[in-house]
């Protein structure tokens, strides 16, 4: 295991975080008080500035405009990136259409790559992935209710969707659909691409979630499919592949989310340490640093992030040398770890900031409300422990 960064790699870190401090940092304000839509014209400026700089799309292939950097060299780019909530979007590696794009890539035909990859990778449109269903469990993927029948030369779709992030605003969304329902459980449903402009692609709304209903990008949509016409060409890849499409796009899909995650502690620890020595609070000018219990903070923090960060690239660096299958633990470890590891380094960032934590005066509020899904989304905690608790269980029982 090498994780030593090259120094090409440590020239392109620092251009990225110079670029996050100058040009980002300073629109926190704005973002946190007004909506993304509003900020679309500057927003476009700054990607237009990232272009400039060839450091455009970092995880995708060079034939495709992007760096081509693998997946622990992104990794690194990703945690400098989120330290800020809107680096992933100027820099056009942000969720979903990374792993949009990195299915139209493995699985798109000539003409799906002309119509949707480009214009997506070139950051032209936007997409999103509708698989959760309102009344099915997310955490057991197959129970998909949303059913997509053949007639003629289309297919015709039916369900209803939430948590389509970032569908407003969007071109198309990636849908998971029932088309073989009388195969095995994980052969039944396929990934159809739809225009969001086709009739029957209703977006209901953009759910409130921690109180905002967001806008744009910085959405989550219900939508309900009525019949709602596409045609059969539409299909990735082969029809009842939807779950084994999916698996392939979600192990690298967790690093970049981890990594991002990481980029948030490292943001909320800088935030609660200058806040421990700054902060004064008592006449003699000592300050909240001083006291042992926000030292243990500090300490306890420090030593998560650290082993959290270890636990990440050695799981990028797995994929990276024997793919995403053989790391499938790897991954599911740090998807309920560094998940936990930033909920706890945020909320104690927050705790050091008393009443001004609470406010949208600072960003860490931001970052304790809508990072809380960290352990719902991609696999939720619960499901992520079953799976490796199974397999170590399984182990021992073969042992014996
Ligand atoms: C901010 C956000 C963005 C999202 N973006 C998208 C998106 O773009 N596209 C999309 O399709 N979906 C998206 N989702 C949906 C997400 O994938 C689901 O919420 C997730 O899969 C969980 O499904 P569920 O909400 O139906 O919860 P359920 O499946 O009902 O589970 C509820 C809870 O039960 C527990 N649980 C579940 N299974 C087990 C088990 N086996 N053992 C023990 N406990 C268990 C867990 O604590 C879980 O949180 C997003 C969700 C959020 C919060």
């Not at 214009?119 to 099915?136: A, Y």
């Not at 960003?363 to 608790?389: L, N, P, Q």
């Amino acid at each position: 295991m090498d994780f030593e960064i090259s120094e090409k790699m440590q020239v392109i870190l620092d251009m990225i975080n110079e670029f996050v401090d100058k040009e980002l940092l300073p629109l926190e304000p704005e973002f946190l008080s007004t909506e993304f839509v509003d900020m679309l014209p500057v927003l476009e400026e700054k990607r237009q500035m990232v272009r400039k700089m060839e450091l455009w799309a970092p995880n995708h292939p060079k034939e495709l405009g992007g760096m081509g950097l693998s997946l622990l060299e992104h990794g690194l780019i990703s945690e400098a990136l989120g330290r800020s909530p809107i680096g992933h979007y100027v820099f056009g590696c942000q969720a979903p259409d990374a792993g949009n794009i990195e299915i139209l890539h493995l699985h798109g035909t000539e003409q799906q790559k002309e119509e949707y990859l480009k214009p997506l990778v070139e950051g032209k449109i936007r997409s999103c992935f509708s698989m959760t269903e309102v009344d099915m469990p997310g955490s057991n993927p197959v129970m998909l209710e949303t059913t997509a029948e053949k007639d003629g030369d289309d297919y015709v779709i039916n369900g209803h969707k939430w948590y389509s992030s970032s569908a407003d605003g969007s071109k198309f969304s990636i849908v998971m659909a029932v088309t073989n329902p009388e195969a095995p459980p994980y052969l039944q449903a396929s990934m159809i691409i739809v225009p969001t402009d086709t009739p029957g692609f209703n977006l209901v709304r953009n759910i409130p979630v921690m109180g905002h209903k967001g806008s744009d990008y910085a959405s989550h949509a219900e939508i309900l499919f009525q019949s709602c016409r596409v045609p059969q060409k539409n299909i990735l890849g082969n029809e009842g592949h939807g779950f084994v499409i999916a698996q392939e796009r979600l192990g690298p899909g967790r690093i970049h989310h981890c990594m991002r995650w990481l980029g948030i502690c490292s943001r909320t620890f800088d935030l609660m340490c200058k806040r421990a020595n700054e902060r004064k609070i008592s006449p003699d000018g000592k300050t909240l640093g001083t006291r042992q219990i926000i030292r243990a903070w500090i300490a306890e923090s420090a030593a998560e992030i650290q082993a959290a960060r270890l636990m990440t690239l050695h799981a990028a660096w797995k994929i990276d040398k024997v793919g995403a299958k053989e790391a499938r633990f790897d991954v599911s470890f740090i998807k309920f770890m560094v998940a936990n590891t930033m909920q706890r380094v945020i909320d104690r960032a927050l705790q050091v900031h008393g009443g001004l934590g609470m406010t949208d005066d600072c960003i860490i509020a931001f970052f304790y409300r809508h990072e809380r899904a960290a352990r719902i989304y991609d696999g939720a905690d619960e499901v992520h422990k079953m799976s490796v608790a199974k397999k170590i269980l399984r182990s021992y029982q073969e042992n014996k």
